[in-house]
Antibody, heavy 117, light 111 residues
Framework: QVQLVESGGGVVQPGRSLRLSCAAS????????MHWVRQAPGKGLEWVAV????????YYADSVKGRFTIYRDNSKNTLYLHMNSLRAEDTAVYYC??????????WGKGTTVTVSS | QSVLTQPPSASGTPGQRVTISCSGS????????VYWYQQLPGTAPKLLIS???QRPSGVPDRFSGSKSGTSGFLAISGLRSEDEADYYC????????????FGGGTKLTVL
């Protein structure tokens, strides 16, 4: 079945880096744009970044621009989010989602990132 | 402060009809589709309404969406206890070279 599984979350100190992964299965990953969306504890959804199917187009939220990088490996059916210079306010559950335009029709269950000293 | 504005809460009794609004601007809802997502407690969001008013397969026809100008609306008729959840509107925003934007979310309580 169509599935997205995030991994790579954990507890990290402020200023350090972390890489999240999103493994896709059950669909032709290489033909879909993919997004990262996060949710801080007790807060609403915040869009983070998107990459087109061929990585030619990428957009980022202002809050992560210059610190986070979204990329993908279509040969491995995997989406990534590399996060540098992490801050306490980056603490959240991070979801990956499959997209057609901004229609996010398949979501993973999320992976939790906690930035704390 | 979210780019899209939703009421933080809404409520209704079983069987009632409830409407949730989502106010945006010309750079997002005014020029792009509105999407609605339902998030049940402790779970990932789920696509509820696509492209202003389209229901994905499996979504009951009790849920409907509409758009007028720079606002979107989600209506839930025949309210049921299992509809108690957080609801988020979303749209692509053409300003600042492009970005996705969500509303702050509306917590729906079924009394």
């Amino acid at each position: 079945q169509v599935q997205l599984v995030e991994s790579g979350g954990g507890v990290v100190q402020p200023g350090r880096s972390l890489r999240l992964s999103c493994a896709a299965s059950g669909f032709t990953f290489s033909t879909y744009a993919m997004h990262w969306v996060r949710q801080a504890p007790g807060k609403g959804l915040e869009w983070v970044a998107v990459t087109s199917s061929d990585e030619k187009t990428k957009y980022y939220a202002d809050s992560v621009k210059g610190r986070f990088t979204i990329y993908r490996d279509n040969s491995k059916n995997t989406l990534y989010l590399h996060m540098n210079s992490l801050r306490a306010e980056d603490t959240a559950v991070y979801y990956c989602a499959r997209a057609e335009g901004f229609k996010l029709d398949v979501w993973g269950k999320g992976t939790t990132v906690t930035v704390s000293s | 402060q979210s780019v899209l504005t939703q009421p933080p809460s809404a409520s209704g009794t079983p069987g009632q009809r409830v409407t949730i609004s989502c106010s945006g601007s010309s750079s997002n809802i005014g020029s792009n589709y509105v999407y609605w997502y339902q998030q049940l407690p402790g779970t990932a969001p789920k696509l509820l309404i696509s492209r202003n008013n389209q229901r994905p397969s499996g979504v009951p026809d009790r849920f409907s969406g509409s758009k007028s100008g720079t606002s979107g609306f989600l209506a839930i008729s025949g309210l049921r206890s299992e509809d108690e959840a957080d609801y988020y509107c979303a749209a692509w925003d053409d300003s600042l070279s492009g970005r996705g934007v969500f509303g702050g979310g509306t917590k729906l309580t079924v009394l």
